[in-house]
Protein backbone atom coordinates (compact mmCIF):
# COMPACT_ATOMS: atom_id res chain seq x y z
CA UNK A 1 0.00 0.00 0.00
CA UNK A 2 1.09 3.63 -0.66
CA UNK A 3 2.22 5.40 2.48
CA UNK A 4 1.76 8.97 2.10
CA UNK A 5 3.43 11.19 5.68
CA UNK A 6 2.76 14.19 6.89
CA UNK A 7 5.05 14.87 9.53
CA UNK A 8 2.84 16.76 12.05
CA UNK A 9 -0.92 16.01 13.00
CA UNK A 10 -1.46 19.10 14.72
CA UNK A 11 0.48 22.40 14.86
CA UNK A 12 -0.48 25.65 16.54
CA UNK A 13 1.41 28.95 15.15
CA UNK A 14 1.99 32.87 15.11
CA UNK A 15 0.34 35.08 13.36
CA UNK A 16 3.85 36.24 11.04
CA UNK A 17 5.62 32.84 11.55
CA UNK A 18 7.32 30.72 8.44
CA UNK A 19 5.50 27.42 8.56
CA UNK A 20 6.63 24.34 6.74
CA UNK A 21 4.52 21.35 6.54
CA UNK A 22 6.43 18.43 5.32
CA UNK A 23 4.82 15.49 3.10
CA UNK A 24 6.60 12.62 2.55
CA UNK A 25 5.53 9.64 0.25
CA UNK A 26 6.58 5.79 -0.36
CA UNK A 27 5.83 4.82 -4.09
CA UNK A 28 7.99 7.17 -6.25
CA UNK A 29 4.55 8.87 -7.58
CA UNK A 30 5.51 11.83 -9.92
CA UNK A 31 2.60 13.91 -8.84
CA UNK A 32 2.16 15.17 -5.31
CA UNK A 33 -0.54 17.94 -4.50
CA UNK A 34 -1.21 20.25 -1.74
CA UNK A 35 -5.31 20.43 -0.60
CA UNK A 36 -6.41 22.53 2.36
CA UNK A 37 -10.45 21.53 3.43
CA UNK A 38 -12.39 24.26 5.14
CA UNK A 39 -15.98 23.41 6.39
CA UNK A 40 -18.57 24.44 3.65
CA UNK A 41 -15.90 24.94 1.01
CA UNK A 42 -13.95 21.54 0.72
CA UNK A 43 -10.72 20.78 -0.41
CA UNK A 44 -9.25 23.30 -2.67
CA UNK A 45 -6.05 22.95 -4.59
CA UNK A 46 -3.08 24.80 -3.42
CA UNK A 47 -0.22 23.74 -5.53
CA UNK A 48 0.97 20.45 -7.25
CA UNK A 49 4.44 18.89 -8.44
CA UNK A 50 4.50 16.93 -11.14
CA UNK A 51 8.40 16.03 -10.87
CA UNK A 52 11.42 17.22 -8.70
CA UNK A 53 11.50 20.75 -8.97
CA UNK A 54 8.18 21.19 -11.02
CA UNK A 55 5.53 22.75 -9.23
CA UNK A 56 2.29 24.58 -10.68
CA UNK A 57 -0.71 26.89 -8.60
CA UNK A 58 -3.17 25.36 -7.99
CA UNK A 59 -6.83 27.40 -7.57
CA UNK A 60 -5.91 29.07 -4.09
CA UNK A 61 -1.80 29.75 -4.07
CA UNK A 62 -1.68 32.77 -2.48
CA UNK A 63 0.84 32.99 0.67
CA UNK A 64 1.71 29.60 -0.36
CA UNK A 65 4.94 28.75 -1.83
CA UNK A 66 6.25 24.79 -2.60
CA UNK A 67 9.30 23.19 -2.89
CA UNK A 68 10.04 19.50 -3.97
CA UNK A 69 13.73 18.74 -3.99
CA UNK A 70 13.59 14.92 -3.94
CA UNK A 71 10.99 12.85 -5.96
CA UNK A 72 9.63 11.57 -2.46
CA UNK A 73 9.05 15.01 -0.51
CA UNK A 74 6.70 17.60 -0.98
CA UNK A 75 6.83 20.34 0.95
CA UNK A 76 4.30 23.29 1.88
CA UNK A 77 5.39 26.66 3.02
CA UNK A 78 3.40 29.48 4.76
CA UNK A 79 5.68 32.73 4.09
CA UNK A 80 4.32 34.52 6.82
CA UNK A 81 1.13 32.58 9.01
CA UNK A 82 -2.10 34.44 9.05
CA UNK A 83 -4.96 33.49 11.28
CA UNK A 84 -7.31 33.00 7.78
CA UNK A 85 -4.91 29.99 6.99
CA UNK A 86 -6.08 27.84 9.78
CA UNK A 87 -7.30 25.03 7.82
CA UNK A 88 -6.98 21.34 7.77
CA UNK A 89 -4.24 20.39 5.19
CA UNK A 90 -3.88 17.31 3.63
CA UNK A 91 -1.30 16.05 0.92
CA UNK A 92 -1.81 13.38 -1.40
CA UNK A 93 0.06 11.22 -4.13
CA UNK A 94 -1.26 10.07 -7.17
CA UNK A 95 -0.90 6.77 -8.82
CA UNK A 96 -3.03 5.89 -11.97
CA UNK A 97 -6.44 5.58 -10.23
CA UNK A 98 -6.89 8.63 -8.22
CA UNK A 99 -5.30 10.32 -4.96
CA UNK A 100 -3.96 8.29 -1.87
CA UNK A 101 -4.22 11.09 0.92
CA UNK A 102 -1.90 11.68 3.66
CA UNK A 103 -3.81 12.34 7.93
CA UNK A 104 -3.84 15.79 7.09
CA UNK A 105 -2.05 18.67 9.37
CA UNK A 106 -4.50 20.38 11.51
CA UNK A 107 -2.76 24.03 11.38
CA UNK A 108 -4.09 26.52 13.81
CA UNK A 109 -2.78 30.51 13.51
CA UNK A 110 -3.06 32.69 16.81
CA UNK B 1 -16.89 28.50 -11.15
CA UNK B 2 -17.39 25.41 -9.80
CA UNK B 3 -16.99 22.71 -11.82
CA UNK B 4 -17.84 20.00 -9.28
CA UNK B 5 -20.95 20.33 -7.38
CA UNK B 6 -22.51 18.56 -4.06
CA UNK B 7 -25.91 20.33 -3.62
CA UNK B 8 -26.32 18.70 -0.68
CA UNK B 9 -24.45 19.65 2.72
CA UNK B 10 -26.10 17.01 4.66
CA UNK B 11 -27.92 13.89 4.46
CA UNK B 12 -29.47 11.98 7.07
CA UNK B 13 -30.98 8.11 6.87
CA UNK B 14 -31.54 5.45 9.30
CA UNK B 15 -29.76 2.14 9.22
CA UNK B 16 -30.66 -0.37 6.96
CA UNK B 17 -32.07 2.17 4.61
CA UNK B 18 -30.40 2.99 1.00
CA UNK B 19 -28.27 6.39 0.78
CA UNK B 20 -28.22 8.19 -2.44
CA UNK B 21 -25.26 10.96 -2.31
CA UNK B 22 -25.49 13.39 -5.86
CA UNK B 23 -23.02 15.00 -7.81
CA UNK B 24 -23.00 17.16 -10.89
CA UNK B 25 -20.34 18.50 -13.06
CA UNK B 26 -20.39 21.03 -15.70
CA UNK B 27 -16.71 20.35 -17.51
CA UNK B 28 -17.38 18.04 -20.71
CA UNK B 29 -13.63 17.38 -20.45
CA UNK B 30 -14.34 15.54 -17.24
CA UNK B 31 -13.56 11.52 -18.09
CA UNK B 32 -13.16 10.12 -14.92
CA UNK B 33 -14.80 10.09 -11.63
CA UNK B 34 -14.77 9.34 -7.49
CA UNK B 35 -15.83 9.00 -4.54
CA UNK B 36 -13.86 9.60 -1.68
CA UNK B 37 -14.76 9.12 1.81
CA UNK B 38 -13.51 11.22 4.92
CA UNK B 39 -13.95 10.66 9.00
CA UNK B 40 -13.02 13.88 11.37
CA UNK B 41 -9.11 14.34 11.94
CA UNK B 42 -8.34 11.71 8.93
CA UNK B 43 -7.35 12.36 5.50
CA UNK B 44 -10.01 11.31 2.74
CA UNK B 45 -9.73 7.77 1.74
CA UNK B 46 -10.56 6.35 -1.75
CA UNK B 47 -14.12 4.87 -1.89
CA UNK B 48 -15.10 3.95 -5.73
CA UNK B 49 -14.75 5.08 -9.44
CA UNK B 50 -15.99 5.31 -12.59
CA UNK B 51 -14.45 6.36 -16.44
CA UNK B 52 -17.02 8.13 -18.99
CA UNK B 53 -17.02 4.85 -20.71
CA UNK B 54 -19.55 2.87 -18.34
CA UNK B 55 -22.81 3.89 -16.18
CA UNK B 56 -22.16 1.45 -13.37
CA UNK B 57 -19.73 0.90 -11.43
CA UNK B 58 -20.62 -1.46 -8.45
CA UNK B 59 -18.47 -2.91 -4.94
CA UNK B 60 -20.00 -4.13 -2.62
CA UNK B 61 -22.51 -2.00 -0.77
CA UNK B 62 -21.05 0.91 -2.94
CA UNK B 63 -22.49 1.39 -6.29
CA UNK B 64 -21.90 4.70 -8.55
CA UNK B 65 -24.02 5.42 -11.65
CA UNK B 66 -23.16 7.83 -14.42
CA UNK B 67 -25.24 9.74 -16.44
CA UNK B 68 -23.36 11.56 -18.82
CA UNK B 69 -25.71 13.35 -20.70
CA UNK B 70 -27.28 15.13 -17.40
CA UNK B 71 -23.03 15.42 -16.48
CA UNK B 72 -24.35 13.75 -13.04
CA UNK B 73 -23.44 11.14 -11.10
CA UNK B 74 -24.57 9.37 -7.67
CA UNK B 75 -23.38 7.06 -4.81
CA UNK B 76 -25.86 4.54 -3.72
CA UNK B 77 -25.30 3.05 -0.09
CA UNK B 78 -27.00 0.15 0.81
CA UNK B 79 -27.65 -1.30 3.05
CA UNK B 80 -26.50 2.09 4.91
CA UNK B 81 -24.61 1.51 8.60
CA UNK B 82 -23.67 3.74 11.36
CA UNK B 83 -19.66 3.38 10.07
CA UNK B 84 -20.90 5.14 6.58
CA UNK B 85 -21.26 8.37 8.42
CA UNK B 86 -18.94 10.58 7.24
CA UNK B 87 -18.43 13.26 4.85
CA UNK B 88 -17.92 11.95 1.22
CA UNK B 89 -16.70 13.75 -1.67
CA UNK B 90 -16.89 13.68 -5.40
CA UNK B 91 -14.24 14.23 -7.48
CA UNK B 92 -13.46 14.24 -11.32
CA UNK B 93 -10.01 14.15 -13.62
CA UNK B 94 -9.81 14.87 -17.39
CA UNK B 95 -7.66 11.97 -18.10
CA UNK B 96 -5.30 14.24 -21.14
CA UNK B 97 -2.72 16.49 -19.86
CA UNK B 98 -4.13 16.66 -16.57
CA UNK B 99 -1.20 15.08 -14.48
CA UNK B 100 -3.93 13.61 -13.02
CA UNK B 101 -5.51 16.35 -10.92
CA UNK B 102 -8.87 16.01 -9.28
CA UNK B 103 -11.41 18.15 -8.82
CA UNK B 104 -13.39 18.13 -5.80
CA UNK B 105 -17.05 18.72 -4.86
CA UNK B 106 -17.42 20.74 -1.36
CA UNK B 107 -18.65 17.16 -0.11
CA UNK B 108 -21.70 15.67 1.72
CA UNK B 109 -22.35 15.04 5.51
CA UNK B 110 -23.67 11.55 5.63
CA UNK B 111 -25.45 10.82 9.00
CA UNK B 112 -26.52 6.92 9.40
CA UNK B 113 -28.59 6.79 12.82
CA UNK B 114 -29.01 3.89 14.50
Known amino acids: DVKVTQSSRYLVKRTGEKVFLECVQDMDHENMFWYRQDPGLGLRLIYFSYDVKMKEKGDIPEGYSVSREKKERFSLILESASTNQTSMYLC?????????FGSGTRLTVV | DQQVKQNSPSLSVQEGRISILNCDYTNSMFDYFLWYKKYPAEGPTFLIS?????DKNEDGRFTVFLNKSAKHLSLHIVPSQPGDSAVYFCAARADSGSNYKLTFGKGTLLTVNP
Open chain 2, 50 to 54: ISSIK
Open chain 1, 92 to 100: ATSPRDGYT
